[in-house]
């Protein structure tokens, strides 16, 4: 397994700080009815490049979304296109530096690109969320990949009725390179689907569902 720095491997997957925007601003793209997945997009002021946002419903724990999504060994099962993700430094429980490396189709080059994840849960609510802020002053790029420099999104887990969690996965995001905005629009809505599908597989699993984070408390 690569290392970089010093950092050992693990994972969190999760996306960026985002501006909260009218529900009018999204338009669905497509509703997977079998998977109780809604995709939407939106565009963005100064960009070519579509945001979307997906959503879907789980049984089980907060801790389990949090859980899974920190689990480096798995993240390429079920993260779309992810050839791998590792971590460069753990700052705290909530709050690490990741790298991840992103699979591209033929003739397009592979995309990489370092992000820093904090973790959140409003004592309210308790809706748990998972911020994520692109960091370019970690280490270069170099010849082997195209370094996403403009990326940002977030999960959010809200506990439901009955034993649900409402899960959202918004974000946007420059793969940079000089891609045609159509090339990459073309992915926005695949994208979040297979991802949330992936995500809907491996929740339920026992190492998720049996996890514990002291940072998140629990819905009763």
């Not at 994972?11 to 669905?28: I, K, Q």
């Not at 565009?43 to 945001?51: K, P």
């Amino acid at each position: 397994m690569i290392k970089f720095l010093q950092g050992s491997v693990l994972v969190v997957l999760s996306a960026l700080s985002f501006s909260v925007v009218a529900a009018d601003d999204w338009n669905e793209a497509t509703y997977d009815e079998e998977d109780d997945i809604r995709v939407y997009t939106r565009h963005v002021e100064g960009s070519d490049t579509l945001a979307f946002k997906a959503i879907t419903h789980v049984t089980g724990r907060l801790t389990a979304g949090v859980a899974l999504l920190q689990d480096a060994q798995r993240t390429k099962d079920w993260v779309f296109n992810c050839k791998i993700m590792e971590e460069i430094e753990l700052i705290s429980d909530t709050q690490g530096i990741y790298y991840m490396i992103t699979n591209m189709p033929w003739p397009v080059k592979d995309r990489d690109s370092i992000t820093e994840t904090r973790v959140s849960q409003d004592q309210e609510s308790l809706v748990v969320r998972v911020d994520m802020k692109a960091r370019n002053d970690v280490f270069p790029s170099n010849d082997d990949f195209i370094r996403i420099r403009e990326m940002n999104g977030y999960w959010l887990f809200t506990p439901k009725e009955g034993n649900q969690i409402e899960v959202i996965y918004e974000a946007h995001a420059d793969p940079g390179g000089g891609l045609p905005s159509w090339l990459v629009n073309s992915f926005l809505v695949d994208a979040p689907l297979n991802t949330l599908r992936g995500f809907r597989q491996l929740i339920g699993e026992e190492i998720y569902q049996k996890a514990d984070r002291a940072f998140i408390r629990e819905a009763k």
